[in-house]
């Protein structure tokens, strides 16, 4: 087959590609993409586009780096991929120990597996055999938070928000949960204990029924990009042990410094039982994600009537998924990356500022290095893409937002740059 052309390549992707959240009768036509470099993508016809997006968090180190490329290559030559039962190799050895030791204690135990999405499935289904084993089937129900963000499979949906997540169009498919009001005590405002008042209420009286409270810890993503104190989460933890529920940790976008702490569960000192990775893992070079959990739930789902956890991904624990997850980790934790973290977020909230003025925008929030502009009305996102990348900048924004997680290496006057293009798109649109 001939190399296509940009406009093959669009005409093609238009008429038979899925993107995600997309029609195929209205398709939106998607920008190609021939490279990626640093914190840069270089489109088809040469453009180059500082990625304020970190390819969805997950791209912490920036692009085609060399000592990921390195980890990667090395672990070609040994084997890209060998069945995962019965077999085990020393990059995923490796991995588990690495997330072990730096995970809050009691976390222990290691399953991989493929995304994001999976690894809350598999956390769901840990905790629910976990009850099972205990001879307490009845306690069954997830309890989540709205506003939250879980991933795209069924038991992820089911703990996403009812309202914004895709409840009402799986109705009588999707397991039906229990949700308590979203946080509102946000993260630099002084704490009211009055916010936990309906989180206590719900877990005191569904605890007999309920397997796992399930929250993503201090920043609530892809639910509305929100972030809540601290406190809510140890009072979250407080309330799981009291009343003999699991608490699972969805750091899934939090983890790996983005909010200024290598886990967001350290913001409150705290420690799930159990706790779900996925997006920086590999540095964003490859789909892997990673549920940790304590002995007790590995001991109490093993004590029961299955005897074993019943999940095997065919790919579990991809060894080059493996290996870049290893030296992304190096990386990262060789790097300064807490002062980076700091950096990042000080000029973002400098430079975010002047949106403030904007009479469109009704909050401008900035935690590590997620910065985020809530306008008050939802955004035309291919106009707002198409502006800002006359400012040779990439973002995606969805619904109200307009955010960026940029790489953690990104020069100081790439960051002004994406933060001007910010403001100067966002003050047309007002
Ligand atoms: C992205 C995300 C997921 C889903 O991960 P996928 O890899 O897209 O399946 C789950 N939870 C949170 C908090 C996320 O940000």
Redesign the pocket.
Known sequence: MSTPTTSQIQAIDAQHIWHPYASLTNPVSSYCVASANGVRLKLSDGQELIDGMAS??CTIHGYNHPALNEAITAQLEKMAHVMFGGLTHEPAAQLAQRLVALTPEPLDKVFFS???????EVAIKMALQFWQSQGRPEKSKLLALKN??????FA?MSVCDPDTGMHHLFKGTLAEQIFTEAPSCLFDTPFDPASIADLEAKISAHAPELAAVIL?PI?????GMRFYAPEYLAAARALCNRHDVLLIA?????GFGRTGKLFACEWAGISPDIM?L??ALTGGYM?L?ATLCSEKVSDGICQGEAGVFMHGPTFMANPLACSVANASIDLLLESPWQERVASIEQQLKIGLAPCTNSPGVADVRVLGAIGVVEMKKAVDVSGVQKSLIAEGVWLRPFGKLIYLMPPYIMEARDITQLTSAMVKVIGELS
């Open positions: 969805w968090w493929d995304s994001g999405s999976v690894s809350v939250g963000y879980h991933g795209d499979t992820a993503e920043v609530q993503g892809a639910g969805d750091e899934i976008a939090t779900c996925g997006k789909t994600a």
